[in-house]
Structure formats: C-alpha cells, structure tokens
C-alpha cells in the first residue's frame, strides 16, 4: 500500500477528525483477508499533526471478539521530531509516551493504552479501550 501524503491539520480539527475515524468499526479478520480496507490507508483515519507525528486510528473487533481502538505511529522524515528521534535527542521511550499523550488529548480518553508491537516498518501499534 502507498504511503498517504503527508497533510498536517491543526490540533481542532484533528479532534474532530478523531471522532470520525471511530464511526466505523473494522473486523480485523476481514480486513487480514482484504474484505474491509486497511483503516490506515484512509484519509479520516490518518491524523497528521504540526510537527509530524502521524497517528492512525481505528476502532476494531479482534477475532476473539472485543471492540478495540488501535493506534499506530510513525514520523514525517522532513520534520524536526525526525530528526531528533533519529539523533537520540528524544528516546524511543519518550517517543512512544508522545504518541500516547497525543491520542489522550485528541480523545480526552484516560483508558490504558497497550503496546502491542513494533511493525517491520518501525510504526509501534496499540491497543486501548473504547
């Protein structure tokens, strides 16, 4: 799948693009077998920030059955966030602890957010209550 073009929305509207993106739920069995999309590939479930942190969002059913809201992240290469990850300057650690602060302010959710995993791509995933 080609990687959306980077489009960076200031923080309001991606509060409301936030609740857009939860409207649909994805079966994720569905989505693995190419009956659904993939979510992150659609423009309402891409939300890209000012300072180039991109986060996907999704709401899914797992194929045991519970309703999940999934995150993923990754970094616009051009921005200063990039670099300073790249460089050390921010951790992994603190990286990882942005991208859950920023879910929390585009949410107001306080519910756990669980890391499920690092793709190959170096995108971290997690799972979170609805």
Same mark, same amino acid.
Request: hydrophobic share 50%; glycine share 2%; charged share 15%.
């Given at each position: 799948m080609a990687k959306r073009p980077y489009e960076h929305e200031p923080r309001e509207a991606l509060r409301a693009q936030y /609740?857009? /993106?939860l409207e649909p739920l994805y079966d994720q069995l569905s989505v693995a077998s190419e009956r659904q999309p993939v979510p992150s590939g659609l423009r309402p479930h891409v939300l890209d920030g000012e300072d180039g942190? *991109?986060?996907? !969002?999704s709401r899914e059913q797992t194929p045991d059955g519970r309703i !999940?809201?999934?995150? %993923? /992240? @990754?970094?616009?290469?051009a921005s200063a966030l990039y670099w300073n990850v790249r460089a050390g300057i921010v951790s992994p650690q603190d990286f990882l602890? @942005?991208? !859950?602060? *920023?879910? *929390? !302010?585009? %949410?107001? @959710?306080t519910a756990r957010a669980r890391l499920i995993g690092i793709s190959?791509?170096?995108?971290p995933h997690w799972f979170a209550g609805v």
């Open positions: /609740a857009a /993106a942190l *991109r986060l996907m !969002v !999940v809201i999934h995150l %993923s /992240a @990754s970094i616009h290469p602890d @942005s991208v !859950v602060a *920023r879910w *929390r !302010v585009l %949410s107001d @959710s190959q791509k170096g995108c």
